[in-house]
């Protein structure tokens, strides 16, 4: 199915769970996760109005960066090694997965703008998700402030991969939880504003608890191009 289709169907998905709750679909940034799909897929994307894309993997991002330059908002949402930061830095707009100092340090060093980050929480406590605990966070968030280069732009976590809507339910809620309780400490260094939380199979879920960035590949533009 072409991409301008499961943008037209993902996009009512979206406004039906922002009237749930009273938002407007304004506040809701989508995220094309193109990850597992081909130059040609992430070109389709753009051309269907999709101006925010993902990537996981810097080999990824450079690539499709290749071809289309600046044109996109470049989002990266995957683990990042401290080692690859300066193969991406000078690209993206956003990194969704700091979650440890020596990160935030290379980040910091390479970086010759101010960079959005997001921290990355594992609310789940999943062995098998990176992230900080729901303890470590605000620690972690002030220590940033030492980091010129470095907004705490927001928090990003991975719900559990399951149907049952209470778990991800509270899942995405104490990630809003933990974004407001930054708001309210006023750290010039952390506005804090964005929540990335929802995937393909969740997002719906993640509008409804207050998500600003869904981040979609399969539903989106498949898993091959």
Partial sequence: MRVIENLKRISQ????????????????TLIAVTKYVSIERAQEAFNAGIT??????????????????????????????????????????????????????????RANKKIKCLVQVNVSGEESKHGLSLKEAI????????????????????????????ILRDCFRKLRELRDQVQTMQLESAPCENLSMGMSNDFALAIEEGATMIRIGTALVGEDG
């Fill in 13 to 28: 998905q979206i406004n039906e769970a922002c009237e749930k709750v009273n938002r407007k679909m304004e506040e809701v």
């Fill in 52 to 109: 925010n894309l993902g990537e996981n993997r810097d080999e990824g991002l450079l690539e499709k960066w290749e071809v289309l330059q600046d044109k996109p908002i470049w989002h990266y949402i995957g683990s990042l090694q401290t080692r690859k930061v300066k193969n991406i830095i000078d690209k993206v707009e956003y990194i969704h997965s700091l979650d440890r100092v020596s990160l935030a340090e290379e980040i910091n060093k």
């Fill in 139 to 166: 620690p972690f968030i002030e220590s940033l402030a030492k980091f010129e280069n470095i907004v705490v732009d927001g928090l990003m976590t991975m719900a559990p991969y399951t149907d049952d809507e209470q």
